[in-house]
């Protein structure tokens, strides 16, 4: 199976070059974030056209008063496979995620997706979304699980496997929690970013990058440009569970330098699930 996880930044002028971007990569199961209503139906005539021919979406969970401003965008996931809708994470805003079943030949295997809102300038909100799928997914399950999106975290990861999140500052070349914002602690910030990126691993969902690459690679999925500096992040992530072997696991760093996204693709080939 191939699965292609992509924030396609809301842009209505290069869906077709997406979608084939989205080809390919001969992707199975695409996970969109950012998808506006006014593209929906064109990201999924045009996926069908590739084989997709099966989609779920989160926009009509939109309201109608965010026709403008962060909430005016949601998520989709398209597969070769027949996909069933199910209950997805409490959040604050529910468009940012989408969770089905796609009844493989194999087997049922769960796929969550989520845009995680950047705290810069969403603030707690970011950490109740964290905490959201945190809760949806902190649980055993015998079905194969998969969680893919932009998670706007972590501020860094270190060669020693350290996860520096946006709760962290480092002080004389440590890590620390920072003190508070917004009657909140940064060691609450800290623990909602942690508990996805890391926490989840004690409920079987595994970094798919980290475990094929470990962490002397570094690669980001998207880039900040201030004052002449570029600085890059790993935003951008695919957990699994155990039941699948990690073929391959990398980002398409490609289509975000064609200007199609501020995003680069996250691309995997895994195989066999029980």
Known sequence: MRILSWNTAGRRFCVEQQIAAIAASDA????????????????????????????????????????????????LVASRW??????????????????????????????????????????WLKIDTFNGVFRRLARPSVTPRLLCGDFNSPQWETEDGQTVTWGQDEVNGKFVTWGSYKGRTGKEWDEGERSVLVGLAAFDLHDVFR???????????????????????????????HHFMIRECRYLQVYREAGLSDHSPLAAHLEGHE
Request: aromatic share 8%; proline share 7%.
């Open 28 to 75: 199975d199961i695409v996970c969109l974030q950012e998808v506006r209503s006014s593209t929906k139906d064109l990201f999924k005539s045009g996926l069908n056209r590739t084989g997709l021919i099966h989609a779920v979406d989160s926009l009509s969970d939109i309201d109608p008063a965010f026709s403008k401003g962060p909430r005016q965008t949601g998520e």
């Open 82 to 123: 027949p996909l069933m809708r199910l209950d997805g994470p409490v959040i604050p805003w529910p468009e940012k995620a989408v969770s089905v079943a796609a009844e493989l030949p194999s087997g049922s295997v769960e796929v969550h997706t989520v845009h995680v809102p950047p705290g810069s300038s969403n603030g």
């Open 211 to 241: 475990r094929l690459h470990g962490f002397k690679v570094q690669e980001f999925s998207w880039y900040l440009r201030r004052k002449g500096k570029v600085v890059g992040r790993r935003f951008d992530h695919l957990f699994a569970s």
